[in-house]
């Protein structure tokens, strides 16, 4: 099993930037197909912001991020990351990382992923 820890959320004013990190231990992304980023605002559904596959170089982002967010992998360091640029106070949410293995839940469906990690609390100030 493999264990996740986000670390980078903080308060920053609209038009910042932010970089996300997600650590894997215990265990190596190679082990699965795609790792996820995710959010969740208070009182909503948590939703898909990106996807990055491991082995390969195909990246994917939510249409409401995409322009502003850069998904990348440290294969060395076992490590993936959000660049998030521009940010907007709809931003603001908890963001976690998660690991998928391919299945017939759309890289989009939460119930794709599989080991998920705390979080990291982005709130974005007007």
């Known amino acids: 099993q493999v264990q996740l820890v986000e670390s980078g959320g903080e308060l920053v004013q609209a038009g910042g930037s932010l970089r996300l990190s997600c650590a894997a231990s215990?265990?190596?992304?190679?082990?699965?197909?795609?790792v996820g980023w995710f959010r969740q605002a208070p009182g909503k559904e948590r939703e898909f912001v990106s996807a990055?596959?491991?082995?390969?170089?195909?990246?994917y982002y939510a249409d409401s991020v995409k322009g502003r967010f850069t998904i990348s992998r440290d294969n060395a360091k076992n490590t993936v990351y959000l660049q998030m640029n521009s940010l907007k106070p709809e931003d603001t949410a908890v963001y976690s990382c998660?690991?998928?293995?391919?299945?017939?839940?759309?890289?989009?469906?939460?119930?794709?992923?599989?080991?998920w990690g705390q979080g990291t609390q982005v709130t974005v100030s007007s």
């Open positions: 998660a690991t998928r293995v391919y299945g017939r839940l759309s890289y989009t469906d939460v119930g794709g992923y599989d080991n």
């Open positions: 215990g265990r190596t992304f190679s082990s699965y197909d795609m």
């Open positions: 990055i596959v491991w082995g390969g170089s195909n990246t």
